[in-house]
């Protein structure tokens, strides 16, 4: 069975940090892209990061950069999200997300086809 | 960057048809993708590339994207439809979704 497991979410100060993991199994993890998605509370979905299949490329949302690093362990069958210098707007369940992508007759795609049950961070003092 | 448009609620009787819509500037040129988030629960692919569904998705849902705006079609709508409903596109570096489609069975 495809899974997907995040874990590493809870209470943490403004300005703290906290690691998100991912567990994944039941597909070959090396060999898909991988991205995290947050959402607040009663608000829509907000794609955070995606990482490349080898780790060799990362992306981010432009409110995230330089605070959170995407990483993977292939190893491991594992994702990663470093969240550093955190804010009270980063409050959301983080959801570990498998992406497949490709290319149209002139476009490039990307979606999310297998997503985990999310993980909760809380930031507040 | 990108900015994709929802109507925030759709409301439609059982057995009937909803139609969701996702407008952006010449979306009919790009790739759109649908989620479904049942309450509570995490989101699931529903549609991908315009129109395709992934295995164990119901005929029922279906999807088409022309000109500025790519719309989700839900036949024969079910209680269980009820849920919230986002379009998705990749936008050069990023993935952008829109705000999301609260769909009520009356």
């Known amino acids: 069975e495809v899974q997907l497991v995040e874990s590493g979410g809870g209470l943490v100060q403004p300005g703290g940090s906290l690691r998100l993991s991912c567990a994944a199994s039941?597909?070959?993890?090396?060999?898909?892209?991988m991205s995290w998605v947050r959402q607040a509370p009663g608000k829509g979905l907000e794609w955070v990061a995606n990482?490349?299949?080898?780790?060799?490329?990362?992306y981010y949302v432009d409110s995230v950069k330089g605070r959170f690093t995407i990483s993977r362990d292939n190893a491991k069958n594992s994702l990663f999200l470093q969240m550093n210098s955190l804010r009270a707007e980063d409050t959301a369940v983080y959801y570990c997300?498998?992406?497949?992508?490709?290319?149209?007759?002139?476009?490039?795609?990307?979606?999310?086809?297998?997503w985990g049950k999310g993980t909760t961070v809380t930031v507040s003092s | 960057s990108h900015v994709l448009t929802q109507t925030p609620s759709v409301s439609v009787a059982p057995g009937q048809t909803a139609s969701i819509t996702c407008g952006g500037n010449?979306?009919?040129?790009?790739?759109v993708h649908w989620y479904q988030q049942r309450p509570g629960q995490a989101p699931v692919l529903i549609v991908y590339?315009?129109?395709d569904r992934p295995s164990g998705i119901p005929e029922r849902f279906s999807g088409s994207n022309s000109g500025n705006t790519a719309t989700l079609t839900i036949s024969r709508v079910e209680a269980g439809d009820e849920a919230d409903y986002y379009c998705?596109?990749?936008?050069?570096?990023?993935?952008?979704f829109g705000g999301g489609t609260k769909l009520t069975v009356l």
């Open positions: 997300a498998r992406g497949s992508s490709g290319y149209g007759w002139n476009y490039y795609y990307y979606y999310m086809d297998v």
């Open positions: 039941g597909f070959p993890f090396s060999t898909f892209w």
């Open positions: 990482i490349k299949e080898d780790g060799s490329e990362e």
């Open positions: 010449i979306i009919g040129s790009e790739s």
């Open positions: 590339d315009d129109s």
């Open positions: 998705q596109v990749w936008d050069s570096s990023s993935a952008v």
